[in-house]
């Protein structure tokens, strides 16, 4: 049973609670104590746990649905090796303890981890459904990440690094509606109502937006932001973020991307070495600094 509470906890997508850590990597200059690492750390674990556990209350609603679906349907829940009172149990138990550590470990960041957890309960249960705010509120929760990243060290939060979470999750939630409906075709409707409301063509305009919004906030964060002013060598970092936008784009319009487009940085290598050269180099900028 554990294994596969596990399971339907998706540890896949725990790649998008790395955005914790963006509030310090981006105030490495202030010299953060090991204190502070290991706050971001057990905040990146706490919002495995809880995001973890909307995955599983997410499953638990979508059942029926998932069991139509050819590879949904051999998640735990949906094939019935997690049956649905154990998984209520579970989610009970992951929501209850990620809120008690978010809150031991800090009131302003259990606040936003609270936020996190009614948010996407609400998704959950029906925003889902609601065309263009269901993409909206899965940006919010990178954003949410970010934020709550930057209050568990106590540090002043950029609207820069808001600006450009945003517009980074938009392109990785369009992206994600944009394989759905590939993938699924004829029973996209079936499968996710909201689809219906959407089109290919409509998502490939709302992901161009998208995608030159984040290159462009990215310059001005790089030119204009505190720390751009501080360290003027953070404009060198803009080429990774153009390649690593073109190459996504790139990727996603040669259906490399099928199924989970927002893991791409795992499953292509030049986008993964991209992102691992733009952490280096924008540690060393900022670290350089302190």
């Known amino acids: 049973m554990i294994s596969a509470v596990l399971e339907g906890m998706r540890p896949r997508?725990?790649?998008?609670?790395?955005?914790?850590f963006a509030g310090l990597l981006f105030t490495l200059d202030l010299g953060h104590s090991a204190t502070s690492y290991v706050r971001v750390a057990l905040a990146f674990l706490l919002f495995c746990v809880l995001s973890g556990s909307v995955y599983l209350l997410n499953d638990i609603l979508d059942?029926?649905?998932?069991?139509k679906h050819e590879k949904k349907s051999k998640r735990p829940i949906a094939s019935g090796r997690l049956t649905e009172t154990a998984a209520w149990g579970s989610v009970l138990v992951l929501m209850g303890a990620g809120m008690a550590?978010?809150?031991a470990l800090d009131f302003t960041f259990g606040g936003i981890a609270l936020i996190y957890l009614a948010l996407f309960t609400a998704y959950s249960l029906f925003l889902k459904e609601v065309v263009i705010l269901d993409v909206l509120i899965i940006a919010s929760g990178f954003v949410?990440?970010?934020a709550a990243g930057v209050a568990v060290i106590h540090v002043t939060i950029s609207p820069w690094l808001l600006i450009c979470t945003t517009l980074l999750a938009l392109l990785l939630g369009l992206a994600k509606r944009r394989e759905e409906l590939l993938i699924l075709d004829v029973e996209?409707?079936?499968h996710r109502p909201a689809l219906e409301q959407y089109s290919v063509a409509f998502?490939?305009?709302?992901?161009?937006v998208s995608a030159s919004a984040a290159i462009i906030a990215y310059a001005l964060y790089t030119f204009f932001s505190q720390t751009g002013e501080a360290h003027p060598y953070m404009m060198a970092t803009l080429p990774f973020v153009i390649y690593g936008i073109f190459r996504y784009l790139f990727l996603i319009h040669n259906r490399r991307g099928v199924d989970s487009p927002e893991l791409l940085v795992l499953a292509d290598k030049p986008l993964l070495v991209d992102v691992l050269l733009w952490v280096a180099v924008s540690a060393l900028i900022v670290g350089l600094g302190s």
């Open 188 to 190: 996209a409707v079936k």
């Open 144 to 146: 949410l990440r970010a």
């Open 13 to 20: 997508q725990w790649l998008k609670n790395f955005f914790v």
């Open 203 to 208: 998502l490939d305009q709302l992901i161009n």
């Open 63 to 67: 059942a029926e649905r998932d069991r």
């Open 101 to 103: 550590g978010s809150l």
